[in-house]
């Protein structure tokens, strides 16, 4: 049985009384049961909820990990090597932003030059490293996000459906107890009943004389039958 399934067996099930009922009595239990669904609906949702939450969280951590252990690290030393930063840092050359070339650096301004550099190419290794777990980590926010959307959709039709339901069962037991206190008040209360049962009997009786009356039909017939063949 799916979840859809699952969930919706329970709404099925108190609409299927419903039915059998709405000629009848509505138990309280009923209307209790068809009510307690709607909040079993609610925790079901909000469990699959923090399910989805859980799983999600665990998937971003592996990705995490993989950034921060593996791909960090290795992208790091081709960034070395590609920056040139351990020459920059022995101060034998520099990275010209406008030429966008390495070269020697100048006497009378090294030390800023080499700082600049580094800066530099330090900001950009930032950038690329960002860039590379937005690239991992979104798109499993937003298969979170549409997983977490199409599920709060199914449950709120479902709660929505069983909230209805609820009311109906719940109006059908107002009603009944508003013609009880009615009948009460002419000290008939038990009159639905009693017609009830007049009519149950007077169907039966009926279906009884009905048979009496072919019985006398039948005979009826055979002593006319007999009648006849006497007088000729």
């Not at 999600?56 to 951590?61: A, G, K, N, T």
């Not at 009311?167 to 508003?178: D, F, T």
């Amino acid at each position: 049985m799916t979840i859809s399934q699952k969930c919706l067996f329970p709404i099925f099930s108190l609409l299927l009384t419903m039915i059998i009922w709405n000629c009848g009595r509505v138990p309280k239990e009923v209307v209790e049961l068809s009510y307690a669904s709607g909040q079993d609906l609610a925790a079901i949702n909000s469990s699959y909820v923090n399910a989805i939450h859980t799983l999600y969280d665990q998937l971003r951590q592996q990705r995490l990990d993989y950034l921060d252990n593996q791909w960090t690290p290795a992208f790091v030393a081709l960034w070395v090597r590609k920056g040139k930063l351990i020459e920059i840092a022995k101060g034998e050359l520099i990275w010209l932003e406008d030429e966008a070339e390495f070269a020697a650096p100048q006497p009378d301004h090294g030390s800023k030059e080499l700082l600049e550099s580094v800066q530099k190419w330090g900001e950009e290794a930032i950038y690329e490293i960002e860039a590379k777990r937005d690239s991992l980590l979104n798109p499993l926010d937003q298969e979170e996000k549409q997983l977490l959307s199409e599920i709060n959709q199914a449950f709120e039709q479902l709660i929505r459906a069983n909230a209805t339901i609820t009311a109906h069962l719940n109006s059908l037991r107002k009603v009944q107890e508003v013609q009880d206190s009615a009948l009460a008040a002419l000290n008939i209360s038990d009159l639905r009943d009693k017609i009830n049962l007049a009519l149950e009997s007077a169907s039966s009786r009926a279906s009884e004389a009905l048979v009496k009356i072919r019985e006398a039909d039948e005979k009826a017939i055979n002593i006319k039958g007999k009648l006849k063949s006497v007088i000729k």
